[in-house]
């Protein structure tokens, strides 16, 4: 008898239910043809689980996560919880105790422009001409933003606020390991991003992940520092393949690069935990939360009009990275390419000479596509 997975579904505000339905449409053809059993519990969780249970990440939401083999994550926060408390907002009470509660320490942010897709970056259309594909992985529980202490004082009638950076070895270079594996799956091409001209985590970071180079001699590695890799990003995408930063560069960067594809309804991301079998990324199944790149989109929120792909992506990278399904998984990505190049687009993409699609109608054509 075949396995049964648990998810747990957590679509969250604004458009995250319109865009998880349709994810759980392509989830249930993708199901149907690959003989799966999957078992969902949707969850209440940011803004509307402070609305109807009083905090963004309630009891029975985290017990559910705790009892599943992946979540997949929607959007939470928007302007209504905004005047609450910072420690109590959707993204801070929910978001980043999710992450921190399952240790999911590796960020993988494919940043994704398809050729029939480069009218939509804002870079020149030589520079993307054909397309990109570049992979950021991300430290993602680490440095500035969890180190301690962390306090705002006022001292001489002045504020003045701390924050730590602290990375340990280790954590460096299961991180480093992570990116070394995604590269070895695609064109063995690993850019290293730090600061180690000013800062001693930079000095650290470039000497674990150039020790741990050794164990991978078919990956070629290089070492920007991150302003420079800044740059790169704009000049010519296409030079990269696997992006490695620590957790705040690797912020900034990420979002750099999925503006550069021209919408970030297009991408998902995947925060994944300790592998389970034997590698770091390929032939192991790890623990992990599943989230389109964008956010709640308040201002489209309800209107039917929101692009599905990214969360529609991102229960694809569930399937292969937490489920170890990977042909379910390139099936998913398969259906999008094809909807693409037949000419359908949601608004955010849309162009002369392409059809014009609502969220129901994009999911409905890429579940018929599988």
């Known amino acids: 008898m075949s396995e049964t997975y648990q998810v747990a579904v957590l679509a969250g505000d604004g458009i995250g239910p319109e865009v998880m339905a349709e994810a759980r449409r392509v989830l249930d053809a993708v199901t149907r043809k690959f003989s799966l059993s999957i078992n969902y519990t949707e969850c209440r969780v940011g803004g509307i689980a402070i609305d109807v249970d009083g905090r963004a990440l309630p009891e029975a939401t985290l017990k559910a996560c705790e009892a599943a083999d992946a979540i997949l994550f929607g959007s939470v926060g928007g302007p209504k919880w905004e005047s609450l408390p910072a420690n109590e907002q959707p993204e801070r009470a929910a978001l980043l105790p999710l992450r ?51 306090y705002t004082k006022q001292e001489g009638g002045e504020y003045f606020a701390v924050d730590t950076m602290i990375y340990w070895e280790s954590e460096i270079r299961r991180i480093a390991r992570v990116a070394f594996e995604a590269a070895r799956q695609r064109s063995g091409r690993l850019t290293s991003i730090d600061k180690a001209n000013v800062l001693q985590n930079g000095l650290l970071w470039r000497r674990i992940v150039t020790e741990t180079a050794a164990d991978y001699p078919d990956i070629t590695l290089n070492h920007l520092y991150v302003d420079n890799a800044a740059m790169q990003l704009v000049k010519n995408p296409k030079q990269f393949d696997v992006i490695l930063a620590e957790n705040m560069f690797g912020d900034i960067l990420s979002d750099e690069l999925a503006m ?26 790890r623990f992990g939360m599943y989230e389109p790149s964008g956010g709640t989109a308040p201002d489209i929120a309800g209107k039917g009009i929101a692009n ?60 018929a596509a599988i």
Not at 104 to 125: D, Q, T, Y
Not at 260 to 285: D, F, K, N
Not at 340 to 356: H, K, P, S, V, Y
Request: aromatic share 6%.
């Open 100 to 150: 921190k509660h399952f240790a999911l320490f590796a960020n993988l942010r494919p940043g994704v422009c398809l050729p029939e897709l480069v009218h939509a970056s804002p870079l020149h259309p030589a520079t993307v001409a054909g397309g990109f594909d570049v992979l950021c992985v991300r430290e993602l529980t680490g440095g500035l933003y969890f180190g301690e202490p962390k």
């Open 260 to 285: 550069l594809t021209g919408s970030l309804g297009m991408l998902p991301s995947a925060s994944l935990g300790e592998a389970t079998g034997t590698g770091a990324v390929a032939g192991a199944r």
């Open 308 to 367: 599905p792909i990214a969360q529609i992506l991102s229960a694809g990278m569930l399937l292969r990275y937490s489920l170890g399904q990977d042909a379910a998984a390139d099936a998913i990505d398969a259906a999008v390419r094809k909807v693409i190049a037949d000419g359908l687009r949601t608004a955010d993409i849309w162009t002369e000479g392409t059809t014009r699609a609502d969220t129901a109608t994009m999911g409905s054509a890429i579940a």
